[in-house]
């Protein structure tokens, strides 16, 4: 359970903070009562707009460059660095190999590798991975142990980045901690094409969502409130777990069931509807075991229909997708 004390006058720094994630981790820092700033590549964005967050950010920092990133840790005197900033499309990472190199793993690299020069050294670093990195299992659930089994271009730059963060946790002192979470959803999900978002606005609309697949595909979704938890968890434990990669993950639904409940949380009657174009995730299964994470405490508050009703209700009092080009 995060403790709101240990958030009030803390100096939080988040790189991809314009992000879907970012920005809900923002805004809960921010009632938490810590003082918080961002690094990203857009000054503005729609979900820092959602959460009138967009006053907050430094895009001019070189993630790249430690001295950058070090003057910003101690010119701000940070004292929480939630490293979240990379490419996290799939299919956008496996056009651009080198960008998602650069981007996921010497970044990674050059803010850890600042965190352990700084001057001002953070209390706790906690770098996004990602459940993607798992890849194909012998057996399922799987945790923390299993191997590393994906090697698209995507899974590969976040497994090193996620093997970078652990090493400078065991071996070289910083207080760095990886959370690898499943897909999340939520208000204020700018992404038309996540499959909650298009299930909820195709829904509002008027029509049934259309699924490129039969749906088969099986693994975990979490309501972002969720995420934010275990990202604000493991922040307060990070001398306790430095070094250490954890799985949050939930319990796996299908594609079809899904986008079903999505449709009843946001009033549609009937089934999607489907149009076989993509067969990639064809029967894909994916379990992961999360309880080396609630061990220290977390666990999903948020089921999966009350989270699609609250990302419903929220779509339909800000118009759809509207507030995202306000």
């Known amino acids: 359970m995060t403790m709101g004390s240990f ?10 903070i314009a992000g879907f994630v970012g920005a809900h981790l923002a805004r809960r820092l921010v009632d938490l009562g810590a003082s918080v700033m961002g ?57 651009r190999p080198i960008e998602a190199w650069r981007t996921n793993i010497h970044t990674t690299e050059a803010v850890l590798e600042a965190c352990r020069l700084s001057r001002e050294k953070p209390e ?41 963060t652990q ?22 999900d700018p992404h038309g094409g996540h499959i909650v978002t298009h299930c909820t606005l195709a829904c509002l609309k008027g029509a049934p969502p259309v699924l490129r697949n039969e749906g088969t595909a099986r693994k975990a979704y979490l309501y972002i409130d969720d995420v934010v938890d275990a990202y604000l968890l493991l922040a307060e434990r990070a001398q306790d777990l430095r070094g250490r ?25 009937g089934s999607p509807k489907i149009e076989v174009t993509d067969l990639d995730q064809t029967d894909y299964f994916e379990h992961l075991d999360d309880s080396a994470l609630r061990g220290p405490g977390w666990a999903p508050k948020v089921s999966l229909d009350e989270g699609l009703r609250r990302t419903a209700q929220w779509y339909k009092e800000h118009g759809g997708m509207a507030w995202a080009t306000s």
């Open 124 to 164: 706790a670093v906690v770098v996004a991975s990602s459940n993607h990195i798992i890849g194909p299992q012998a057996s399922w659930p799987a945790n923390e142990s299993a191997p590393l089994n994906q090697r698209d271009v995507y899974g590969a730059s976040k497994t090193c980045a996620d093997i970078i």
């Open 39 to 95: 690094v990203d590549v857009r000054e503005k964005s729609p979900c820092l707009s959602a959460h009138r967050l967009n006053s907050i950010v430094h895009p001019d920092i070189d993630l790249e460059d430690v001295w950058d990133i070090e003057s910003l840790l101690f010119g701000n005197r940070v004292h929480v660095l939630f490293h979240l900033a990379g490419v996290s499309h799939i299919r956008y990472a496996q056009e």
């Open 245 to 269: 990669s954890f799985w949050a993950a939930g319990e796996p639904v299908s594609v079809y069931d899904l986008a079903s409940a999505a449709m009843r949380a946001a009033g549609m009657a």
């Open 7 to 16: 958030w009030r006058g803390k100096r939080v720094c988040i790189t991809g």
């Open 167 to 188: 090493c400078y946790g065991q071996t070289l002192g910083v207080p760095a901690v990886a959370l690898r979470h499943v897909n999340c959803y939520g208000p204020a």
